[in-house]
T-cell receptor, first 114, second 114 residues
Framework: NAGVTQTPKFRILKIGQSMTLQCTQD?????MYWYRQDPGMGLKLIYY???????DKGEVPNGYNVSRSTTEDFPLRLELAAPSQTSVYFC?????????????FGQGTRLTVV | AQSVTQLDSQVPVFEEAPVELRCNYS??????LFWYVQYPNQGLQLLLK??????LVESINGFEAEFNKSQTSFHLRKPSVHISDTAEYFC????????????FGTGTQLKVEL
């Protein structure tokens, strides 16, 4: 029962570097989401996907990109990292067919940009 | 657009006392409502959900929440808290009828003291 798996768990980036946060789920969920969590701000939606090949912007997409080539994987790409992207990133998946609408979350990736 | 308001950022309470964490939402259509809990350095876990039917929903560890459509609220309650309930609690809303996004409140830190 892996659920939603995120890698890496921790990462330190220098300003201007790029990286990909990996997210994979084994529940065959159609919806996947990327959120960032900052203290006192709750979770802000970065991007989401309703199925393979389909992605859409959330509230705070600037500085990020995503792709969804398979049902299982939904990587988040940071180009030209900035200190404002220091945050904890959570990936989630959700099934909106046949009932069961809660989202399942990964354990998070703690990213620091210095 | 949907939104969620959690007015209390922190709620201190003594062990065995009752607690209520407030959640109000805004949406122009019918909604699903969720409460998630986050323990330190972990991802979010579903606590309980309202999809339809009975407006009072319960969790396995003694929490309950009541959906009030006229007041657009989904407050979380527990009659007697335990030290282990110390965590951050997030209310979330999703529109029914194919709504794609899951929107979170800013969270309420529940601190249970001896």
């Amino acid at each position: 029962n892996a659920g939603v798996t995120q890698t890496p768990k921790f990462r330190i980036l220098k300003i201007g570097q790029s990286m990909t946060l990996q997210c994979t789920q084994d529940m065959n969920h159609n919806y996947m989401y990327w959120y960032r969590q900052d203290p006192g701000m709750g979770l802000k939606l970065i991007y989401y996907s309703v199925g393979a090949g389909i992605t859409d912007k959330g509230e705070v997409p600037n500085g990020y990109n995503v792709s969804r080539s398979t049902t299982e994987d939904f990587p988040l790409r940071l180009e030209l990292a900035a200190p404002s992207q220091t945050s904890v990133y959570f990936c989630a998946s959700r099934q909106l067919r046949g009932g069961g609408t809660e989202a399942f979350f990964g354990q998070g990736t703690r990213l620091t940009v210095v | 657009a949907q939104s969620v308001t959690q007015l209390d950022s922190q709620v201190p309470v003594f062990e065995e006392a009752p607690v209520e964490l407030r959640c109000n939402y805004s949406s122009s259509v019918s909604v699903y409502l969720f409460w998630y809990v986050q323990y330190p350095n972990q991802g979010l876990q579903l606590l309980l959900k309202y999809l339809s039917g009975s407006t009072l929903v319960e969790s396995i560890n003694g929490f309950e929440a009541e959906f009030n459509k006229s007041q657009t609220s989904f407050h979380l309650r527990k009659p007697s808290v335990h030290i282990s309930d110390t965590a951050e609690y997030f209310c979330a809303v999703s529109e029914t009828g194919g709504g794609n996004k899951l929107t979170f409140g800013t969270g309420t830190q529940l601190k249970v003291e001896l």
